[in-house]
């Protein structure tokens, strides 16, 4: 990008489109020609990566409680797409490292982290060719 340029960023991917944040709507995002998406990211208890707008769960999936209070494996069994519209009905949060590996080459990724308070992140839970 070069000066006087600017990008046009899918925010949460194409949430208009798909549920927030899900990689139904970063495909829809990359259909709609973005090249650009916004995402955001917390960390679960057990300090695994996720990719979730709020540090709560109720809005965007069927759980309840704090994302921080749960573990990866409890995350993996929540709806976060039901919410959005019943096609996407088990729509599951994706993990930071496999969204980044997926769209590697494909999108620039603004991330977003911001859980609080902060679990000590393991370094294997983003590690891999794209960091």
């Known amino acids: 990008m ?3 340029t600017f990008a046009l960023i899918a925010h949460r991917g194409d949430s208009s489109k798909a549920p927030d944040n899900t990689v139904h709507a970063f495909d829809k995002a990359l259909e709609q020609g973005f090249s650009n998406f916004e995402t955001d990211c917390q ?3 057990d300090g695994v990566a996720i990719i979730l707008h709020d540090e709560t769960l109720g809005k965007t999936t069927n759980g309840t409680g704090a994302v921080v209070e749960h573990t990866w494996e409890q995350h993996q069994q929540l709806d976060a797409g039901s919410w959005f519209n019943a096609r996407f009905a088990g729509a599951r949060i994706p993990l930071l490292a496999d969204v980044l590996q997926r769209y590697k ?3 620039h990724i603004h991330l977003v ?3 609080s308070p902060l679990p000590r992140l393991r370094a294997t ?3 891999g060719p794209y960091c």
């Open 43 to 45: 960390l679960t208890r």
């Open 125 to 127: 839970s983003i590690r």
């Open 105 to 107: 080459d494909r999108a």
């Open 2 to 4: 070069g000066t006087g």
């Open 113 to 115: 982290c911001s859980t």
